[in-house]
């Protein structure tokens, strides 16, 4: 299960003995359902695929697809989606385009912003965290993103 607080900016992840924290990311648009609204949907989740397994500390991704260029970390101003990918599904009503707003969490290159509202609804985490996170999760591993 991993469980995200807004208010906190903060990831905490639990499976049998093991419990994982890390900062994150979330909208800086605030909290939302709206298709284009660039808002991180509430409530309840799972993870339905996991992209970037083996890719280097800062592979940069395009429409989820590994290319061959890595980030600078925090020296560039273009918000790319780095190192891995956790796709999320909404399981509610009010979340259920989720799936097709493409809402992640994954890595950025923007990690001097990991613990503000700074994405573009996508959950942010440091290329480090989201790589370790991975080899934990398993498809269908719930998330639950409250304020």
Same mark, same amino acid.
């Given at each position: 299960m991993i469980d995200i607080s807004i208010t906190e900016q903060q990831m905490v992840f639990?499976?049998?003995?093991?419990?994982?924290?890390?900062?994150?990311?979330t909208s800086k648009h605030g909290e939302g359902f709206e298709e284009g609204s660039n808002k991180t949907p509430l409530g309840m989740h799972e993870?339905?695929?996991k992209?970037?397994?083996?890719?280097?500390?800062?592979? &940069?991704?395009?429409?989820?697809?590994?290319?061959?260029?890595t980030a600078v970390i925090d020296g560039e101003d273009k918000d790319l989606i780095t190192s891995r990918i956790l796709r999320l599904k909404g399981?509610?009503?009010?979340?259920?385009?989720?799936?097709?707003?493409? &809402?992640? /969490?994954?890595?950025?290159?923007?990690?001097?912003? /990991?613990?503000?509202?700074a994405s573009a609804g996508c &959950?942010?985490?440091?290329?480090?965290?989201? /790589?370790?996170?991975?080899d934990h999760v398993k498809i269908g591993c719930k998330v639950y993103i409250r304020r």
């Open positions: 639990k499976n049998r003995n093991i419990r994982l924290i890390f900062p994150v990311s993870v339905c695929e992209i970037g397994k083996g890719a280097g500390l800062g592979t &940069i991704f395009r429409n989820r697809v590994k290319t061959e260029k399981l509610q009503v009010r979340n259920a385009n989720t799936y097709k707003r493409y &809402i992640y /969490i994954h890595g950025t290159n923007d990690e001097k912003n /990991i613990g503000k509202k &959950i942010r985490m440091k290329n480090r965290d989201i /790589i370790e996170l991975f």
